[in-house]
Nanobody
Framework: QVQLVESGGGLVQPGGSLRLSCLAS????????MGWYRQAPGKQRELVAA???????NYAHSVKGRFTISRDNAKNTMYLQMNSLKPEDTAVYYC???????????????WGPGTQVTVSS
């Protein structure tokens, strides 16, 4: 079994910064594409940014130039550096990953429980 756990959320003023982390643990053989999603109250969950195992990234238009996704494959950890935060960035942020496990080469998709980010003065 594989677990994803996010950390780093919190309350920040507009224009501020936060850094989210997502740690993958368990019977991991290989981690492929990882991504950050968010869901604001009353809205659908949306992709914020994604990064594949080779480091290629893509971003939602709304966060380009403000957010940076990265990963440390040795630590099974993904990050999201969020700068110039706006009130509309307020949401629960979820970590997502495609993983193969030890003894099971099927590619499975996992979600973390989410971390709240609130941007408010």
């Amino acid at each position: 079994q594989v677990q994803l756990v996010e950390s780093g959320g919190g309350l920040v003023q507009p224009g501020g910064s936060l850094r989210l982390s997502c740690l993958a643990s368990g019977s991991i053989f290989s981690i492929y594409t990882m991504g950050w999603y968010r869901q604001a109250p009353g809205k659908q969950r949306e992709l914020v940014a994604a990064i594949n195992s080779g480091g290629i990234t893509n971003y939602a238009h709304s966060v380009k130039g403000r957010f940076t996704i990265s990963r440390d494959n040795a630590k099974n950890t993904m990050y999201l550096q969020m700068n110039s935060l706006k009130p509309e960035d307020t949401a629960v942020y979820y970590c997502n990953a495609y993983v193969t496990s030890d003894g099971d080469q099927r590619l499975r998709n996992y979600w973390g429980p989410g971390t709240q980010v609130t941007v408010s003065s």
